[in-house]
Nanobody, 122 residues
Framework: QVQLVEFGGGLVQAGGSLRLSCAAS????????MGWFRQAPGKEREFVAA???????YYADSVKGRFTISRDNAKNTVPLQMNSLKPEDTAVYYC????????????????WGQGTQVTVSS
């Protein structure tokens, strides 16, 4: 099993940057595809970014070119660098893990972090 904890959420002005990090427990971290989802009040949880077991990256169109996901298998961490932030990026951001291949479907995720609030002001 995997436990996930997110760090780095907070308040930032539009156009600014923020770096989130997901810390994972477990000895088989490298066998999981990892990703980030977000959920605003009253909305469905939506895909943001993912990284495969081999390091391939995938992004939602809304964040492509602004966000960068990576993974450090030695440290069991998954950072999400967020640049050029917009008010519509405001949401609770969740770290996600799936055994095997990457997915952009929330229902297919095996493990979730507790979430961290990101608020972008204008």
């Amino acid at each position: 099993q995997v436990q996930l904890v997110e760090f780095g959420g907070g308040l930032v002005q539009a156009g600014g940057s923020l770096r989130l990090s997901c810390a994972a427990s477990g000895r088989t971290f490298s066998s999981y595809a990892m990703g980030w989802f977000r959920q605003a009040p009253g909305k469905e949880r939506e895909f943001v970014a993912a990284i495969s077991r081999s390091g391939g990256t995938y992004y939602a169109d809304s964040v492509k070119g602004r966000f960068t996901i990576s993974r450090d298998n030695a440290k069991n961490t998954v950072p999400l660098q967020m640049n050029s932030l917009k008010p519509e990026d405001t949401a609770v951001y969740y770290c996600a893990a799936r055994s095997g291949f990457v997915t952009a479907v929330a229902a297919e995720i095996d493990y979730w972090g507790q979430g961290t609030q990101v608020t972008v002001s204008s």
